[in-house]
């Protein structure tokens, strides 16, 4: 594939607007999605608790991240997981100084800044701890993975796959989780893997963790007549038991490393357009702003953004986006 600055650059930029676009949808139950979204106009259901410090068109943490991540690939610093810290809390303090506030996006490394009534202030330490002890822990390892995919050095890259990972969330699953996800997205981007093969095309050549839920996964139907027991299979049952919304039963896949790269994986097999890959993650997910722009970003790669409504062309700081794009480019041969 030619990887030219031009596409690039406009990835980058397409990568913020989905994800500020789809995060106006998440922490909403799936079947309030399906029984009153039609997909002609932005979709504005964010709960006023996360509201905070908070606008349409606003990226996440997961932009922020995956931004910190590109600087630190640009820059002639050590790819370590000390070094992606620095530039992580870097972007917050740059963002903090523009908007005054934390804003209400921020994930776990938020309790570094922010005192809670019930806790004090957490050590980078701490909060390691707290994801490297979990039995499934959360998904922001693979929110920050994109520019992975072009590292063309496979152990290379399985090394930064690792420290994407154990900066804030040290466990197996994080990192494994992290390098199918970033493979899978590779079989798409860069060798042209015939979509629908993508699952056998990653059990041919790797023996991973998930690999009997990849196997299992393999043989569910189209996601337009996916069922709640299919669900189960690629996260938990439906209702989510883990997870209420207001003491209402809520519907859909929760953050958690497993969860969100089995669901790419699914979702990139099946989804043969951009506007089908934003549709059915927001009909399959909880957190779906994590899954839809990994997703999206993917099959925008392989056929372009004329599938996708102009609602989802609008993000805040734009203007970074052809410095970053630019320093990216002229920096990926160093890790070849």
Request: proline share 5%; charged share 25%; with cysteine.
């Amino acid at each position: 594939m030619n990887i030219t600055l031009e596409k690039i650059n406009k990835s980058f930029a397409w990568d913020l607007k989905w994800d500020a676009g789809l995060a106006w949808s998440e922490m909403i139950s799936s079947e309030i999605i399906k029984d009153e979204i039609h997909f002609d106009d932005f979709i504005d259901l964010r709960e006023p608790e996360y509201r905070k410090n908070y606008s349409p068109w606003n990226y996440t943490d997961d932009r922020a991240d995956t931004k910190a991540v590109i600087k630190l690939l640009s820059s002639n610093d050590p790819f370590d997981k000390e070094f992606l810290l620095k530039y992580m809390l870097q972007e917050i303090h740059d963002d903090v100084a523009r908007t005054w506030d934390l804003r209400q996006w921020y994930g776990i490394i938020k309790d570094m800044f922010e005192v809670k009534k019930w806790q004090t202030l957490k050590t980078i330490e701490e909060i390691r701890n707290i994801q490297g002890s979990r039995d499934d822990p959360g998904n922001a390892p693979l929110m920050r993975c994109l520019p992975l995919a072009f590292i063309q050095d496979e152990k290379l890259r399985n090394k930064y796959c690792d420290v994407v990972a154990d900066v804030t969330h040290p466990h197996l699953l994080s990192r494994e989780c992290t390098k199918l996800t970033v493979q899978a997205i590779r079989h798409i981007l860069i060798e042209d893997v015939i979509q629908w093969q993508l699952i056998d095309t990653l059990l041919e050549s790797y023996s991973w963790v998930l690999t009997d839920d990849l196997s299992k996964i393999n043989k569910l139907p189209h996601p337009d007549i996916l069922k709640n027991e299919h669900i189960a299979l690629i996260a938990w049952p439906q209702p989510n038991p883990y997870m209420k919304l207001k003491w209402k039963e809520v519907y859909g896949l929760n953050g958690t490393c497993t969860s969100t790269a089995k669901s790419v994986i699914y979702l990139l097999k099946h989804c043969t357009t951009p506007f089908e890959g934003y549709k059915q993650s927001l009909l399959m997910w909880w957190d779906v702003d994590s899954l839809g722009a990994l997703v999206l970003w993917t099959l925008w790669w392989r056929y372009g953004h004329e599938w996708l409504p102009s609602y989802l062309e609008r993000s805040e700081w734009l203007d970074e986006i052809p410095a970053l794009a630019e320093n990216f480019l002229e920096a990926l041969p160093r890790h070849e």
